[in-house]
């Protein structure tokens, strides 16, 4: 069992709680979280812009943040929740090598281990670079950036079978990448090296290193507009203690008892055994919140266990969307929550366990802390179970024009949950995920591949009142013989949980050459399978679920479903009933025309 707690766990966020007890102005607060925010968010921009790779570029899987002298996170950049646990645990690394002394202008620290930097998992690479003025360390500007590939195995470096991680890829604890603002191209090199796309990461790194100094530029003008180090340090105390006091107050608010939920994951990723228990218990415990994952399944065979870097981000996340979506993601948010985990279980794994999957678990994860929030919390602040998962696929070959080697990977969005007042979202990336997808016309432009079908998974939205969010449904092509496929996703076996009397969401489906006399249903993880030109690739990711009981939904919704063709007619008489159906039907088919369809 490990217990994290901000304030007793991690020496280098050390108290505020004395700012926390003074008055401070909200206003002020408020001024300054977002002058943070906005240099955030021209990091972001920066990096976004001048990236080489198509994960950061345009599918925007990378994040920023800033961070004060003594590590405590202040600002990140509103991308990928998950991110938070990376820039977090790279922080803590560098604080624990390195002591202050240490610490030197001009330095630029690169990592991504889980185990030995604090990494989630091999792929993301983080960037901390310490920021100076006037020869004193005020600040830390820091980045992670999705790689496409770190070596491994398998092309892509994530495949959920994986079973230690160094199968996974080239792992990489804390080291100096710079030295006196110099970049160390030794360094740069050995991590190109062990790529099968060198050329990509050593731009990719590049990039990131200039976007932290771009960061430390603007936080150097930003103190010097505020006054100068000491009022910068007063408005950080000042930020963190109001978020904490403020969630301390959600807290304080919520009833007594223990409250917990249970969500299954289809397997381990290992391809052996079955369904594994994720549960989430969340109660109050003096002045914090508690959420334990005790009752939880073993340490995944394969790839889906989930570092403690990735467990912190997962729940921070939950907890902050479900009492207070406004408060700002630091490290004030983190001081009022403690998480426990047994040891050994697949969200708090042993080395070398492997971890490249660990999102599909993280997911799981948010979806059963949200469960457990249902007897907490107002019944109008509630959401349905959405496709809590992390659809993932890549293909690989060789280019035929280049002769080079490629990689297209993207994740997938899925089913909203649907809510109190509301329909679920269609297509979209729910939890800790917030990729954009990859644009159909840089897909073929880039790689030998055609797109066949993007679009809505019809009938995938779990019925209710509200109905729960589709699924996407894509199909790619193969122009080339020897295009490797491998691809990693969930809820093939049970779908996302309804509330209140809602339906269950649709689930997942992998589909080899779909349509054909040759049609083969694939299993949720597949790594390195090989197509023949021609060949096709259809995913069906999973949808969410529905809220309330189906008989009150509204007919005028279920027409509008009917009519455009997102609910086929046999599955809303299944779903909804022949009356309902019927009346829909009405609808969509006025009786003056009912007599000529």
Not at 129 to 156: E, K, Q, R, W
Request: charge should be negative; hydrophobic fraction near 40%.
């Amino acid at each position: 069992m490990f217990e994290v707690s901000t304030v007793s766990a991690h020496s280098l966020h050390e108290s505020h709680a004395t700012s926390g007890a003074s008055a401070f102005d909200p206003i002020a607060v408020e001024v300054f979280t977002n002058r943070l925010l906005a240099i955030t968010e021209s990091m972001a921009s920066n990096m976004m812009r001048a990236s080489f790779s198509p994960q950061i570029k345009e599918r925007h899987d990378f994040s920023v943040g800033i961070f004060d002298h003594l590590g405590r996170l202040i600002a990140q950049g509103t991308h990928i929740p998950i991110h938070l646990g990376s820039l977090l645990g790279a922080m803590e690394a560098v604080r624990e090598r390195y002591c202050s002394a240490e610490i030197r202008e001009g330095d630029v620290y690169i990592c991504n281990d889980p185990y030995a930097a604090g990494g989630t998992h091999l792929p993301d690479i983080s960037i901390v670079t310490p920021i100076f003025l006037d020869g004193v360390l005020v600040a830390f500007a820091a980045n992670i950036g999705h790689h496409s590939d770190i070596g491994g195995a398998t092309p892509g470096s994530t495949s959920a079978r994986a079973r230690t991680i160094y199968e996974e890829g080239l792992r990489i604890p804390i080291l100096r990448v710079a030295r006196s603002h110099e970049v160390d191209d030794d360094v740069i090199a050995l991590v190109a090296l062990n790529s099968r796309l060198p050329e990509e990461r050593a731009l990719d790194l590049r990039v990131q290193i200039a976007t932290n100094n771009h960061g430390a530029t603007t936080m150097r003008s930003l103190i010097n507009r505020m006054g100068g180090v000491s009022a910068f340090h007063k408005a950080v105390d000042d930020v963190l203690a109001y978020t904490s006091r403020r969630l301390e107050h959600r807290i304080a608010a919520l009833a007594a008892g223990r409250h917990s939920f249970t969500t299954w994951l289809d397997d381990d990723g290992s391809g052996e055994g079955g369904q594994v228990a994720v549960t989430a218990t969340v109660f109050v415990e003096g002045s914090r919140l508690v959420v334990d994952m005790a009752g939880t399944g073993p340490e995944s065979r394969g790839a889906l266990n989930v570092a403690a870097s990735a467990l912190r981000a997962t729940v921070y996340y939950s907890v902050k969307a479900m009492l207070d979506h406004d408060l700002m993601a630091n490290s004030g948010l983190a001081d009022a929550i403690v998480i426990r985990a047994p040891e050994g279980s697949i969200v708090n794994p042993r080395a070398p366990a492997a971890c490249g999957a660990r999102t599909i678990t993280c997911q799981r994860v948010a979806g059963a802390i949200f469960g457990a929030f249902r007897t907490l919390l107002p019944r109008e602040r509630l959401i349905a179970s959405g496709n809590d998962t992390l659809p993932a696929i890549s293909f690989s070959g060789t280019h035929p024009v280049s002769s080079r080697f490629y990689l297209c990977g993207e994740t997938l969005g899925g089913g909203g949950g649907a809510r109190a007042d509301a329909d679920g979202m269609d297509a979209i990336h729910v939890h800790v995920t917030n990729s954009r997808n990859l644009p159909t016309e840089v897909l073929e432009n880039e790689f030998p591949l055609h797109v066949d079908l993007y679009g809505l998974a019809v009938d995938s939205g779990g019925a209710g009142q509200h109905r729960g969010g589709l699924g996407i449904v894509r199909q790619v092509r193969a122009l080339q013989d020897g295009t490797i496929v491998s691809s990693r996703s969930d809820s093939h076996l049970q779908g996302a949980e309804g509330f209140d009397g809602g339906g269950e969401g649709g689930r997942g489906r992998l589909l080899r050459n779909a349509g054909l006399p040759n049609e083969e249903v694939l299993a949720s993880k597949v790594t390195h399978l090989v197509l023949a030109k021609g060949e096709t690739i259809r995913i069906e990711t999973p949808g969410g679920a529905g809220f309330g009981r189906p008989s009150l939904r509204d007919v005028e919704a279920i027409a509008e479903d009917l009519r455009d063709e997102i609910l086929s007619a046999n599955a809303c008489e299944r779903l909804y009933g022949t009356e309902l159906t019927e009346q829909a039907r009405n609808l969509v088919y006025p009786s003056s025309l009912a007599e000529t369809r």
